[in-house]
């Protein structure tokens, strides 16, 4: 049985998703990591891989810097830019998190972190995002989410490889 989880800062409500056939301008911040600074200086992960609209996510950041947000968006064809911003975060309190635990038989690598804020996705459609992790010192790494639908009936099916994303990455040695 887990323990009931701590209080984490919640999101502010989302922006309005694009209407149908809404073209959104270009983000002018760009959406590309420009930064992904030094091994370790932000990096996080989130509880689920894929959620439904209105489904909450956990973020699990760490960090060196003392604060950073969190940009989430959607990807598509949006008039010039691959992404539309539909979410961001005020500045967060940042920490560095534990590190990882290797555990035996089976060598499986573990993050033994604490959640640091959730990310309701109420308003999202279905589509793949990513979060951008952005440190107050300039570092950035990314955090895929997929929110699916209830039923893929008539649907275009998106795979996102996580599994193997996970056994070819170096996090953890």
Same mark, same amino acid.
């Given at each position: 049985? =887990?323990?009931?989880?701590?209080?984490?800062?919640?999101?502010?409500?989302?922006?309005? /998703? /694009? @209407? =149908?056939? +809404?073209?959104?301008?270009? %983000? /002018?911040? *760009? $959406?590309? !990591? #420009?930064?992904?600074?030094?091994?370790?200086?932000?990096?996080? +992960?989130?509880?689920?891989v894929s959620v439904l609209p209105g489904d909450s996510v956990r973020l699990f950041v760490s960090t060196t810097g003392g604060s950073f947000t969190v940009t989430a968006y959607r990807f598509g064809d949006y008039a010039g830019s691959a992404a539309h911003q539909v979410w961001?975060? *005020?500045?967060?309190?940042?920490?560095?998190?534990?590190? +990882?635990?290797?555990?035996?038989?089976?060598? #499986?690598?573990? @993050?033994? $972190?604490?959640?640091?804020?959730?990310?309701?996705? #109420? *308003?999202?459609?279905?589509? %793949?995002?990513?979060? =951008?992790? %952005?440190?107050? &010192? *300039? @570092?950035?790494? +990314?955090?895929?989410?997929?929110? =699916? #639908?209830?039923?893929?009936?008539?649907?275009?099916? !998106?795979?996102?490889?996580?599994?193997?994303?996970?056994?070819? &990455?170096? $996090?953890?040695?």
């Open positions: 049985m =887990r323990d009931p989880a701590p209080s984490l800062p919640t999101a502010a409500p989302p922006a309005q /998703p /694009p @209407a =149908r056939g +809404f073209v959104a301008p270009p %983000d /002018p911040s *760009g $959406w590309q !990591i #420009t930064h992904p600074g030094p091994d370790h200086a932000i990096e996080g +992960f989130a509880d689920h961001k975060s *005020g500045s967060l309190p940042g920490a560095k998190q534990p590190a +990882f635990v290797l555990r035996q038989p089976t060598n #499986t690598v573990v @993050a033994p $972190w604490h959640p640091s804020l959730t990310v309701a996705t #109420t *308003g999202w459609q279905p589509g %793949d995002y990513l979060f =951008r992790l %952005d440190w107050s &010192n *300039g @570092a950035q790494q +990314f955090v895929p989410l997929t929110v =699916r #639908t209830p039923s893929n009936a008539g649907r275009i099916v !998106i795979v996102n490889a996580v599994t193997t994303w996970e056994a070819y &990455n170096r $996090w953890g040695g």
